[in-house]
């Protein structure tokens, strides 16, 4: 691959070509979405290049207008080696000086769009959203908090794997404002003691950092699919923030799991990096001690660092440090959460999301939840009205041209809510 | 209403001309899915009379397209004054000397299909499935079993309401068969105690008898829907079979809630009971103590009774009683879940299919699931490879000609598992 883009790339850029994530966009002149790359600070309309017949050159046989609908949906139920080739003729079409990208400026014109002119949208219509627990830190910090009942070990956390479907209709893509939501909230007043519970915006509005992968090839009713043969499924990777409500989380829990403490909200970052970007940041998984079918031995995860910080709204003095962590702390590869996922022969569909859980580490400027963070800086408050939460991600080294972009979400306050008079809680 | 139909309906059919249920389906002939109304043993083509511009003479005026679509989505998205003209007015075609479905038998020849000569399939494209915790009886009966830790109280269990979000790729239409799941179970076996795991079919597979409504017109992000609004959000109801395998659920449970227990099927009934059809049978619901926001006074739920029966495969001199319960036995009406489903923010779309829990009244022949029957009947087993579950419901007296028809659903075997070699458990 050439080191040359038609298109300039910053150095800094997380677009490089070794990247070439898929989105879902659109721009005020042309409203309807569709499916580009981002390439520095473009994005390359895909859907331009395949009415013009670009992709007859492909070296992949494809129909090319699923490169012209809504969702990436069809484009990536292809399935792997037709995707692959895709990308890597994208990567020819922006590097080779024989490319019409070369040598047809009126052509670059009409499909390179500047990414700040732009609205992006969910990239997948996401069938189901599966939300794993990961972390060890997150499992052993916040037992105390919420799972109060027992501790006996991590054995004990992740046998069986532990998971829970998600809300769909409520996954945004980055930058939608989250609305303060309320809660049927234990009793903290004297006149809610009496009733045993209040009505409330929450108080401990969290989010979590994470990262989420998009299925590509969907499986069978009842299908299994074994740890080896789990990447043909994957399509590619988002950040993820699922944002909580820890005081309508904690009643909810015990003993059913979050309901409304986590269905009103979850973000992802808009560009989807694929499997192929992030094939040369492939590591070891540790070893662990896991059932035969869950064994994921060789390079089986991927060297991905996250961050997230807070930008604060109105009480600008609140401390405001970086957080950082990595795909590492996963107790958990991707392909064992998907082997996992269909032992009982739960069927995937392209599009569907599933979620790492939180990716906390074990010091304390790698824990990627205000809840666990509190434990450490108690000064530290969960989210205000204004405050904009934002996450990033990146391959190897910070320059590797291989990143995630932002996956970002400022809070709104709560909406009034009229109660009736004659029931005053 | 006429008593007579152009159809002609047995006195015990729970498809009366009072009642008018939609559904999706095609036949061998027309394999395309369309629209259709369950009348006494046939089928109305809905397709077949828009088309044919029968609903030009329809009171409302509604795009009739919507009735080719292959699901119910767009039509129940018009809401209920639309919804409900257009089944007052297929009542009418039914039952009226001057309808076309009287004076033209070529038209009723085209458009009235036998059901036995049709395939149903899934009356909406489901975009989130939720389902509730409601019986007072589920949850003291089963709190020794599953939930271990804490037994406070029935206003600990439904303060606040409790509810899961569930997967919809696995949600199918009565009469497919279920595949028995493997599970990552606790340990039974000297050699799975060293490792604390092992991998079996579940030995405890069960039912879970409930109802559960589709959503009509969908709400904004973070729209907050209050009681005495949400009938106009609710299409209609269907039962629903919550498949559950209780030896993966219990280990699930404690603490993240049910994941791989319950995500490899659901089942439910094909045709869709209106709200319009079940107005003659609302009651008024026990008066709880329950926040002001949830207040749902007057008649706030329905006279709906539920059954159920288990057909045994092999093992046929295992006993087969009959499980009878009703709605009444459920804590929480439509109204309220859908009000504390919106509490959040939390975003309806049309099709969005919400369960009531397992239905269990207090007596022993009312209990709606395996697991809390065996607390009665010892020597009752959880099901076995061929036993078929079939489940049905109808309003007021039995022959009231408002029923659901089935939610039927028989057990396959477990399909085998390679296992590596080098890793026994």
């Not at 079409?93 to 990208?101: D, R, T, V, Y």
């Not at 969910?122 to 627990?133: A, C, E, H, K, Y």
Request: a negative charge.
């Amino acid at each position: 691959m050439a080191s040359q883009s038609s298109i300039a790339i910053p150095v800094d850029s997380p677009f490089s070509l070794a990247n070439i994530p898929f989105g879902i966009f659109s721009t005020q002149s042309q409203p309807h979405p569709r499916p580009g790359i981002a390439i520095g600070e473009h994005i390359l309309d895909l859907k331009v290049l395949a009415l013009e017949g670009i992709f007859t050159d492909c070296e992949v046989t494809f129909p090319s207008d699923v490169l012209t609908h809504m969702t990436l949906n069809a484009f990536a139920a292809l399935g792997r080696p037709t995707t692959s080739g895709v990308r890597a003729y994208i990567q020819s079409l922006l590097s080779q000086s024989s490319s019409p990208l070369h040598s047809d400026p009126s052509l670059l014109e009409r499909c390179a769009i500047k990414q700040i002119e732009a609205t992006m949208h969910l990239p997948f219509d996401i069938g189901d959203f599966t939300d794993f627990t990961s972390s060890k830190t997150v499992s052993v910090e916040c037992v105390d908090d919420i799972f109060t009942f027992r501790k006996d070990s991590l054995m004990y956390v992740f046998h069986p794997p532990r998971a829970a479907s998600g809300r769909v209709s409520t996954i945004l893509p980055s930058g939608i404002p989250i609305v303060r939501p309320f809660g049927h909230l234990p009793a903290s007043t004297t006149l809610a003691r009496t009733t045993g519970f209040s009505l409330a915006p929450t108080n401990e509005l969290d989010f979590e950092l994470e990262l989420a992968f998009f299925i590509s090839v969907p499986t069978e009713h009842f299908e299994r699919v074994p740890v080896e043969k789990t990447e043909e499924h994957i399509f590619g990777v988002v950040l993820l923030n699922d944002w909580s409500a820890r005081d309508i989380q904690i009643p909810e829990t015990l003993p059913f799991g979050a309901f409304n403490a986590k269905n009103f909200a979850s973000t992802i970052s808009p560009w989807v990096v694929t499997l192929d970007a992030l094939e040369p940041f492939k590591i070891e998984h540790d070893i662990r001690r896991v059932p035969s079918y869950l064994v994921d031995e060789g390079d089986a995860t991927y060297d991905i660092s996250v961050s997230l910080k807070v930008i604060p709204g109105e009480s600008l003095e609140r401390e405001m440090e970086m957080t950082r962590s990595c795909l590492r702390n996963s107790y958990w590869t991707f392909r064992q959460m998907l082997a996992f996922h269909t032992l009982s022969g739960c069927r995937m569909r392209t599009g569907d999301l599933i979620g790492t859980g939180t990716l906390s580490g074990e010091d304390a400027t790698s824990l990627c939840s205000l809840i666990e963070q509190r434990k450490h800086f108690p000064n530290r408050t969960f989210l205000q009205d204004g405050d904009e939460v934002v996450f990033t991600a990146w391959c190897g080294p910070p320059q590797g041209g291989v990143g995630f972009g932002e996956c970002r979400g400022v809070v709104l306050p709560a909406r009034s809510f009229m109660v009736k008079a004659r029931h005053p809680n």
